[in-house]
């Protein structure tokens, strides 16, 4: 892997990958990312960490079929976006478990 040949850059590299789970892995792996990745526990629209909150707080915000079959909630205090492990999840999971190294949720 080559490093970025511009002055405003002050970390990065030429991905060769051409799949997305190969680029995954490939910055993973040049960056050692694995070991400290937290997933699924910052908000996707402001960054900022996510809490608990029990179900029956949310379940006016949630579509039928999610209450029916979810029962964990995670809510972000900054934007209230609510979060849970549906199937965007699980697919991110899986990609997640491809990086060598990736020990699972912390």
Known sequence: MSTAQCRD?????Y??????EAQLREVAARY???ARARPFTLCLICNRALEPVARSAVAHRLPAKVLQEQEIFSRCP???RVYW???????????LEQ???FAGER
């Open 9 to 13: 850059v002050v970390r990065g590299c």
């Open 15 to 20: 991905v060769r990958a051409l799949r997305p």
């Open 32 to 34: 050692a990312l694995a």
């Open 78 to 80: 900054g934007c209230e």
């Open 85 to 95: 492990p549906g199937s965007h999840y699980r697919r991110m999971r899986q990609a």
């Open 99 to 101: 990086v060598p190294g």
